[in-house]
């Protein structure tokens, strides 16, 4: 491209230049990290889109380290959404990190179809404060979907995966990994308004492992235990 035809896509507004980013009056979820806050354009978590957490095994800290900014959430009139929780929610430390116990729903849908339709309609509602979803991987195409209906609601939704696309459109991806002397690394890969490849150590104040319950049983054990209950 030529400096000229550069110059006339600057004056027509169709290049987007990092300085800018500051001066955007856009405030995020505190994190209850003061460096991790630092770390992210919004000054925390996106309050108005999706949030994309990889992580590398189930319970390393993963859900927890959103207690900070759940927890105001949970106190007000609306449900806080888990759809598909790989475990069951569990209660003392949920309390441990401050969250109500009275505004959880939880959704287990019995197909991917109607997980991601499950995700779209607790976006949607007008009765949910937060989306929290495991779909293990999302396909670019469906995180722009869930993005845009994240945005129009003024809402955060956070997807915990096992595995993430470069070119995916949330407003912010970052991958989780434990530290040797404890604690997290969350290490920023994208993110909307500001820069990547930020790595933020932390010390959640809570217990790392929030799932530590036995995983939902699947059909054949419920029946055999409703078979033994009898």
Not at 167 to 184: D, E, F, H, V, Y
Request: with cysteine; hydrophobic share 40%.
């Amino acid at each position: 491209m030529s400096k000229s035809v550069l110059e006339q896509a600057i004056n027509r507004g169709q290049v987007w230049r990092g300085k800018h980013f500051s001066s955007v009056p856009i405030k995020g979820l505190d994190t209850g990290f003061p460096s991790l806050n630092q770390a992210l354009a919004d000054g925390g978590w996106p309050a108005d889109g999706v949030t994309e957490i990889e992580y590398r095994s189930l319970g390393m800290g993963e859900v927890s380290l959103l207690f900070p900014a759940l927890a105001p959430l949970s106190h007000q009139d609306q449900w806080i959404l888990w759809v598909a929780p790989p475990y069951p929610l569990y209660a003392p430390a949920l309390i441990n990190g401050g969250l109500s116990l009275y505004n959880n729903l939880i959704i287990q849908p019995q197909s991917r179809r109607d997980l991601l339709w499950s995700i779209e309609e607790s976006l949607k509602s007008s009765s949910s404060s937060a989306v929290l979803a495991w779909p293990e991987s999302m396909r670019p195409e469906h995180v722009r979907r869930l993005q845009i209906i994240a945005t129009q609601q003024q809402k955060p939704c956070f997807l915990f995966q096992d595995r993430q696309y470069a070119n995916s459109p949330s407003s912010l991806r970052a991958c989780l990994k434990m530290l040797p002397q404890g604690g997290l690394c969350v290490e920023i890969q994208k993110q909307r308004r500001g820069w990547a490849a930020a790595k933020v150590a932390i010390n959640p104040p809570h217990p790392l492992s929030f799932l530590i319950r036995p995983p939902f049983p699947s059909a054949a054990e419920s029946d055999a235990h409703r078979k033994i209950v009898r």
